[in-house]
């Protein structure tokens, strides 16, 4: 017999078959109607919880944007705060959905802890604070001093590296959390704190009683992509989370708010209604509906409208946006095209 004629069946059956069925995390947030979300113990503009016990920050924003996706309601999330030593286990062992806590995308992370990193959502780099008293004005200055550090984070290995590789004999004082490390620091235990950039900008916003008498040095000695992790082997979750980050990155370029985007659904502009799920049913693909998106950006806003609202101007860290502007606007933030 023709070997075509044997293959033609299965041919067709492939070109006809369903797409594959939802993942087992979709399927798990829709039964229970909640996202398990990993978040930080604490670190304002990005995740922390006020005295009501609601919580705030970009990263909050994401988990929001994607339970609204999901579920159809941004406050069905379960707020899950893990410590740096935890947050990867956790999310290993199935604790939460989806760990979104100003954590750093790394080879070593991506590839050999059966993690995803779904993309960046902030770029951010690792610097110093010091006492002005000091009188430390540069990094270069910190030869042999000791520098208050928290374990577990990429901020150590990166402080080993910048004290190696500019001879300073730097000498880590490492502690296991983050609140301890930062009051090792304002107890005169080290010359100076390191972490990353915004965090140390929050820090003298938000801990400090007299920011005047602190300074962050200019120098940044390291890259650090910021971004949501998911487990690896679920496709359609992976595809999930990062979509609906891209979705608000979208939102932004397009000129979607969270204010005007039900009087954009009569856009006359073929993207904005493919983004809204007017002209095209997008969420099929994703196995969601076709209003996923426009879900996700009424409960949070635009991926402009989250930095501003957490780190940016309306907030009280008033941190330029820089490297996190939109592409287009010299900035680093791009989406896909959602199409």
């Known amino acids: 017999m023709d070997l075509r ?4 069946p299965a041919l067709l059956a492939l070109l006809l078959s369903p797409p594959a ?20 113990t604490g670190l304002a503009g990005f995740s922390a919880s006020d005295s009501r016990g609601n919580w705030q920050g970009l990263d909050v924003d994401i988990c929001k944007a994607i339970a609204a996706a999901v579920v159809g309601d941004p406050s069905r999330v379960r707020w899950t705060p893990v410590n740096a030593q935890q947050r990867f ?5 199935g604790e939460i959905d989806l760990l979104s806590r100003n954590t750093t995308w790394t ?19 690792q610097g110093f604070m010091v006492a002005k008293k000091s009188k430390i004005t540069a990094a270069r200055q910190l030869a042999n ?3 208050c550090v928290q374990s577990g984070t990429t901020t150590e290995k990166n402080l080993s590296d910048y004290s190696r590789a500019q001879n300073l004999k730097l000498k880590p004082v490492v502690f296991e959390s983050f609140e301890a490390s930062l009051k ?8 100076a704190y390191t972490t990353d950039a915004t965090s140390l900008a929050t820090i003298l916003q938000r801990e400090v009683k007299n920011p005047g008498d602190y300074a962050i040095l200019p120098e940044l000695i390291s890259k650090e992509p910021l971004g949501p992790v998911v487990r690896r082997g679920d496709d359609e979750w992976f595809a999930i989370v990062k979509w609906v980050v891209n979705a608000l990155i979208e939102a932004e370029e397009l000129g979607i708010t969270q204010a005007n985007v039900d009087a954009q659904k009569a856009s006359g502009d073929p993207a904005v209604l493919r983004l809204l799920g007017v002209a095209e049913d997008l969420g099929k693909s994703l196995q969601l509906d076709r209003d996923w998106a426009y879900r996700a950006i009424k409960a949070v806003g635009n991926y402009g409208e ?21 592409w287009s606007k010299g900035g680093l933030i791009y989406a896909p095209p959602l199409r």
Do not use: M, W
């Not at 004629?5 to 033609?8: A, E, K, S, Y």
């Not at 087992?24 to 039964?31: H, I, P, R």
């Not at 989250?306 to 939109?326: C, D, M, Q, T, W």
């Open 145 to 147: 001093a000791e520098v």
């Open 306 to 326: 989250i930095y501003e609202r957490n780190l940016g101007s309306a907030s009280p860290v008033k941190l330029a946006r820089g490297a996190n502007r939109l």
């Open 21 to 40: 069925e939802a993942g087992k995390t979709l399927d798990a947030v829709k039964a229970r109607k909640e996202l398990f979300c990993g978040v930080s």
């Open 184 to 191: 090792a620091f304002f107890s005169g235990r080290c010359r």
């Open 5 to 8: 004629f044997c293959l033609l």
């Open 107 to 125: 080879l070593t992370r991506d590839a050999s802890l059966g993690l995803h990193f779904t993309g960046v959502v902030f770029y951010d780099g």
């Open 89 to 93: 286990a956790s999310l290993q062992s």
